[in-house]
């Protein structure tokens, strides 16, 4: 079994309100958009992190990191990309990445909107966390952590913050 603890779009902000969110899990998993390499650094030396880059992200973090994730966790299939779109609306790049991988598990960024979503199209768990952040048209900080065990993610759990809960 392992703790994930899911963000995106933290736009150079990684303060205590997230550190303690994710003061338990085993491992933080960041669809991108770090939006600095302080960022990025920051978050590497608090968990081990499994991470893409999003498209604010340039010079040394797409060095760094990949665009897309596709890995195994816990008996888990899992497709991280940040532009991905959600399930009936997925960016037309995508689509074949998720045919090939056949992930149990596809997470997105991007788009600010927190989404957990089966999708029976393809078999699967969506999830997008939100923006962690303070930068966007977004109302609500959010971010996700769960448990896989056994191929499955169980115990979902919500965090939410003002956007103005930051250091």
């Known amino acids: 079994m392992r703790k994930i ?3 995106s779009d933290t736009h150079g ?10 003061a338990d899990v085993d491992e933080v998993w960041h669809a991108g958009d770090f939006g600095s390499e302080e960022c990025y650094k920051k978050i590497a030396s608090f968990k081990p992190l499994v991470a893409v880059y999003g498209n604010v992200d340039g010079g040394n ?5 990949p665009s897309s994730q596709n890995f195994v ?3 888990s299939r899992v497709l991280m990309t940040h532009v991905g779109g ?4 997925y960016d ?6 998720i ?4 992930p149990n598990i596809f997470i997105a960024g991007h788009s600010h909107i927190l989404r957990v979503m089966f999708d029976r199209r ?5 999830l997008n966390p939100g923006a962690a952040g303070i930068y966007g048209f977004h109302q609500v900080r959010t971010a996700l952590r769960f448990e896989i065990e056994g191929g499955e993610a169980r115990k979902m759990e919500l965090g939410e913050w003002p956007k103005r809960s930051f250091e």
């Open 73 to 75: 966790c816990e008996g």
């Open 122 to 126: 393809f078999d699967m768990l969506y």
């Open 13 to 22: 902000l990684f303060d205590s309100v997230l550190q303690e969110f994710l």
């Open 92 to 97: 037309s790049r995508i689509v074949d990445a």
């Open 99 to 102: 045919r090939l991988a056949r």
């Open 5 to 7: 603890g899911l963000i």
């Open 61 to 65: 973090l797409r060095h760094w990191m």
């Open 86 to 89: 959600y399930p009936n609306h």
